[in-house]
């Protein structure tokens, strides 16, 4: 879907836009970004939606109120296929990947 692509290719500009040192790689057949050894974002789309992943819990208890009109699920959230990149997803975005680096320090 060009739409969904988009979306994930702008997510992933804007975090590495932000840590240019985070490393881009494919596993699992999903676009991940890692922090040295550990991953700190991933994405998976399916028909209805992008499936952002920030590998934490805390992460996501701490952002959950800020996503509470997403679908929350233990580990993920589902956000619109043509959800904007804007300024203020952007940091959301940011925001989530700097706690999960935090945490691994």
């Not at 804007?14 to 040192?21: D, E, L, R, S, V």
């Not at 991940?32 to 922090?35: F, N, S």
């Not at 700190?40 to 998976?44: E, G, L, R, T």
């Given at each position: 879907d060009p739409v969904q692509a988009k979306t994930v290719k702008a997510m992933f500009k804007?975090?590495?836009?932000?840590?240019?040192?985070l490393?881009?790689?494919i596993a699992w057949n999903k676009p991940?970004?890692?922090?040295e050894t550990k991953y700190?974002?991933?994405?998976?789309c399916s028909k209805k939606s992008i499936l952002?992943?920030?590998w934490s819990n805390a992460?996501?208890?701490k952002f959950a109120p800020e996503m509470e009109e997403f679908d929350l699920k233990l580990k993920t959230v589902g956000i619109p296929n043509d959800w904007?990149?804007?300024?203020?997803?952007a940091k959301l975005l940011t925001d989530m990947v700097k706690m999960r680096m935090a945490e691994k320090r």
């Open positions: 804007a975090i590495q836009t932000k840590y240019p040192k490393t881009f790689e991940m970004l890692k922090d700190v974002f991933a994405a998976s952002i992943h920030p992460v996501m208890k904007k990149v804007d300024a203020k997803n």
